[in-house]
């Protein structure tokens, strides 16, 4: 059974930071492109960053020189960190593992950032 399973959210004020942390279990993530995406209340999910199996890092621009995603494979676990919190970076924040061929894709159950002075 696969589980990703989200850690690190809470309540911080503007400009603080937090570590997301993203566990994996039931599947080997090294052949899969790791991301983190996030869900604003009355909003559709959109991508905040993603690491391929190669290590290349994308990210929306709306995050860009203030969140990092990394991987550490060995310990089958991705992380976020996100500096310089801004409150419209509140959200749910979702892990995800996406595997072309053959496809499929898993999604944790979420972990909320709020950014609240």
């Known amino acids: 059974q696969v589980q990703l399973v989200e850690s690190g959210g809470g309540l911080v004020r503007p400009g603080e930071s937090l570590r997301l942390s993203c566990a994996a279990s039931g599947i080997s993530i090294g052949i899969y492109t790791m991301g983190w995406y996030r869900q604003a209340p009355g909003s559709q999910r959109e991508r905040v960053a993603t690491?391929?199996?190669?290590?290349?890092?994308n990210y929306a621009d709306s995050v860009k020189g203030r969140f990092t995603i990394s991987r550490d494979n060995a310990k089958t676990s991705v992380y976020l960190q996100m500096n310089s919190l801004k409150p419209e970076d509140t959200a749910v924040y979702f892990c995800?593992?996406?595997?072309?061929?053959?496809?499929?894709?898993?999604w944790g159950q979420g972990t909320q950032v709020t950014v609240s002075s």
């Open positions: 690491i391929t199996t190669a290590g290349g890092t």
């Open positions: 995800n593992a996406d595997r072309v061929v053959p496809k499929a894709i898993y």
